[in-house]
């Protein structure tokens, strides 16, 4: 017979701090980051350190209530937050040691990107996560981790030299090169499927200053073609990310573009700030920009300021394109002008050098030769208005979609086993779900984008 949960149980064994539906903080510790979601956990749990993970593992396996693992709660699918069951938040456990003489860092996951990088700029150092300073170095590093040096330095997990990883079983492993090599390979890219990463052992690049941050260009289709050739043309220092989306009325676009459409793009230059301004130039030529905010800048300054209670509703569909023609910039022109969502953009990210160097085998994120990552949203008000723009967001991506039919799990939301799949491709998913086998049998860990392990 199975134990039921105990919160004065839990709360006896824990360093940390466990909150429950009748403490004040509650209803700020169940939020996640997507307003999509609105989920009542039976508690939330701070852990302190690796023993309290162990005790919270040992509790969930125990009484089998649901176990969430947050660490900065950006999953669109809301994975960070269960209903009825457990919340293992790592937010309490941010330590970082920085060795800039090696260049390699230990940071505990409760970190976000945007603290883990600020305090390596401090020494000239960087290590890649996304384009988002909030999002948690828990959830972004086990998805693989595409940011603003993809193309110079590749994905985040690219430059992951261990983990330290709390097993379903309760143990705390040590994961890298040579030790448990097979769930080292999963954990780059497979997700929370394997246990509660604890900390992460980083490299670290020198990066100092870049040439980087805004670019607001008028969205023709000539435009949109020409910035995407651009950005694969550039060198390698130079990644871009641009959004198709009606101009917000933010005080650096001018009155007569708000709503209009337009490119606002994201340039971020790791190198000599001459060559820099020389990588920025064909993007700049592509029209008059609207505003232009590309300088030299420090790195943590590419991540924009976020108001502390940002709670988008969106749905969205994650995807990978070969090219963006100009037909192709005129199939999503014609998609956004058609949306009735408050707020509709299609993201483009493009991909290669470095990133694309990594044999797809070489770790769980397969998707090294994709060219163009592609993010169609519909932003709403309210959470029961998600469903009516469900269906202009399936039409726009299937009118995008050509040869690649992958997806990156980062992306993905609630979107069933099919699209997980997607994520993990053919040999990729046979090798998670036996390495789910050997470290998760009975699926523990499964509010997550789920592979079940080979034997269920
Ligand atoms: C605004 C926004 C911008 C984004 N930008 C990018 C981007 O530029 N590049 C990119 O690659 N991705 C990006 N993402 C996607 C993001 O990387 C994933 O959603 C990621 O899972 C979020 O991590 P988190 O820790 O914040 O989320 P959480 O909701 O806390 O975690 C997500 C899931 O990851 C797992 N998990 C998290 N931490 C741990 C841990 N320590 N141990 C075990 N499992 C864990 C769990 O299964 C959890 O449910 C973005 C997401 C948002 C919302």
Redesign the pocket.
């Known amino acids: 017979m199975r134990a039921s949960l105990s919160i004065p149980q839990l709360r006896s064994r824990l360093n940390g701090r466990v909150i429950a539906p009748d403490d004040p903080r509650y209803d700020q510790a169940r939020t996640?980051?997507s307003g999509a979601i609105d989920r009542r956990p039976a508690a939330i749990v701070r852990v302190a350190d690796a023993d309290d993970v162990a005790h919270v593992v040992a509790h969930a396996r125990e009484t089998g209530v649901e176990l969430?693992?947050?660490?900065?709660?950006?999953?669109?699918a809301g994975?960070?937050v269960s209903e009825g069951g457990i919340v293992l938040d790592?937010a309490q456990m941010r330590a970082l040691e920085i060795d800039a003489g090696s260049r390699t860092a230990w940071a505990e996951?409760g970190l976000t990107a945007g603290e883990y990088t600020t305090a390596a700029a401090a020494h000239g150092l960087a290590t890649g996560f996304?384009?988002?300073g909030s999002?948690?170095i828990?959830?972004?590093t086990?998805?693989?981790?595409?940011?603003h040096l993809v193309r110079k330095h590749g994905l985040t997990i690219d430059d992951l030299l261990a983990a330290d990883v709390v097993t379903a079983d309760g143990e705390l492993v040590r994961a890298d090169a040579e030790s448990h090599p097979e769930l080292f390979w999963a954990l780059r890219g497979g997700?929370?499927n394997f246990?509660?990463?604890t900390r992460f052992r980083f490299r670290l690049h020198p990066v100092g200053t870049i040439v980087g941050g805004m670019l607001l260009l008028p969205a023709t289709p000539d435009v949109i073609a020409g910035f995407v050739e651009a950005a694969e043309r550039a060198p390698e220092e130079l990644s871009a990310i641009a959004n198709v989306m009606p101009a917000p009325p933010m005080p650096f676009v001018p009155a007569e573009h708000h709503g209009k459409l337009v490119v606002l793009a994201t340039l971020a230059y790791a190198g000599a700030p001459e060559a820099g301004e020389r990588a920025i130039a064909p993007f700049r030529a592509l029209a008059e920009p609207i505003a232009d905010m590309v300088r030299p800048m420090p790195y943590p300054e590419v991540f924009q300021p976020e108001p502390e209670d940002y709670r988008p509703i969106a749905t969205v569909r994650t995807m990978f394109v070969d090219g963006v023609d100009r037909h192709t910039a005129e199939t999503i022109l014609d998609h956004i002008r058609a949306a009735t969502a408050p707020m509709a953009a299609a993201q483009l990210r493009v991909l290669g050098g470095a990133m694309a160097r990594v044999p797809a085998d070489a770790t769980a994120f397969a998707h090294r030769k994709s060219r163009i990552m592609v993010n169609v949203v519909a932003m709403v008000m309210q959470r029961d208005e998600v469903d009516a723009h469900r269906g202009w967001v399936m039409k726009f991506a299937d009118a995008l979609r050509q040869d690649d039919a992958g997806a990156y799990v980062?992306?993905l939301g609630d979107e069933g086993e099919e699209r997980v799949r997607a994520a993990y491709p053919g040999a990729t998913w046979d090798r998670l779900a036996a390495v789910k086998a050997t470290y998760d049998p009975t699926n523990l860990f499964r509010?997550?984008q789920n592979v079940p392990p080979t034997s269920v």
């Open positions: 996640v980051f969430a693992v947050r660490s900065g709660g950006h999953s669109g994975h960070g790592l996951t996304g384009d988002t999002v948690g828990g959830g972004i086990l998805s693989g981790g595409v940011g997700g929370g246990g509660v990463a980062g992306f509010l997550n």
